[in-house]
């Protein structure tokens, strides 16, 4: 005997309990709660409380990226030097990623550049002068 394909309102049925089992399982829940905000609203605010940080951020990938043209090196190969994954190279690449002393030193030594200099100066005293107009 032939076996016929289901018709689509039993297919339909079929996705409905499915569905009906998920959501009482919480899985579609998780993602279809309305009880809290949407990221992209948090988006600007984050961006305008974290600028100092990401601005440094963003020149220290600029140069890394400046840095691999150089060496004709890959993100790939820079991640086996650092011994961290690509995906995490791809970040710092990106230019938003909030990075660690450590990344930045492991970056240095690998890349052999200086990313971030220190000056040490000799405190002194400065007086501004205004001029009254």
Known sequence: MEQREP?????????????KHRMEN??????????????WMDLPA?????????????DISLRVLD????????QTELAQLMNVSRQYV??????????TLETISK??????????NIV???PTAT???EQKT
């Open 7 to 19: 018709n689509k309102s039993v297919k339909n049925a079929v996705r409905h309990v499915r569905m």
């Open 26 to 39: 919480g899985k579609l829940k998780k993602i279809t709660t309305t009880d809290r905000p949407s990221g």
């Open 46 to 58: 984050y961006k305008q409380e974290n600028r100092a940080w990401m601005k440094r951020s963003a």
């Open 67 to 74: 840095v691999l043209d150089e060496k004709k090196m890959t």
């Open 90 to 99: 791809s970040r710092i690449l990106r230019g938003s990623e909030n990075l």
């Open 107 to 116: 970056l240095e030594d690998v890349l052999d550049v200086t990313l971030i």
């Open 120 to 122: 040490e100066e000799e």
């Open 127 to 129: 007086v501004n002068v």
